[in-house]
């Protein structure tokens, strides 16, 4: 199994937006090939850091999604949205 975990902090109080987009989403990413499970989760201590964890049959199925789909399956952030400078990561996980 591989792991993609992307970690953002919202600036502007949108942080209930932003996880409601996420529960509302289209859904796109469901039907890649490989893609098993989404989390998203945010630490108790900070509501407005999001984490958003991917589980993938493997690195090659998400890398293939990242690269054919990635940006389609974001069309849908909320408008006005502002990230912390330098809050942004992605790391991957075995």
Same mark, same amino acid.
């Given at each position: 199994?591989?792991?993609?975990?992307?970690?953002?902090?919202?600036?502007? &109080?949108?942080?209930?937006?932003? #996880? $409601?987009?996420?529960?509302?989403?289209?859904? @796109?990413?469901?039907?890649?090939?490989?893609?098993?499970?989404?989390?998203? @989760?945010?630490? $108790? &201590?900070?509501?407005?850091?999001? /984490?958003?964890?991917?589980? /993938?049959?493997? &690195?090659?199925?998400?890398?293939? /999604?990242?690269?054919?789909?990635? #940006?389609?399956?974001? $069309?849908?952030?909320?408008?006005? @949205? #502002? @990230?912390?400078?330098?809050?942004?990561?992605?790391?991957?996980?075995?």
């Amino acid at each position: 199994m591989f792991i993609a975990l992307s970690v953002f902090e919202v600036a502007n &109080d949108m942080a209930d937006e932003v #996880k $409601q987009a996420f529960v509302k989403r289209p859904h @796109l990413v469901d039907n890649a090939a490989g893609f098993l499970e989404m989390k998203v @989760l945010s630490p $108790q &201590d900070n509501g407005s850091e999001i /984490w958003v964890m991917t589980y /993938w049959e493997d &690195d090659k199925s998400y890398n293939v /999604w990242y690269k054919d789909h990635m #940006k389609e399956a974001h $069309q849908d952030i909320p408008k006005g @949205l #502002k @990230l912390v400078p330098g809050s942004t990561k992605v790391r991957f996980f075995d």
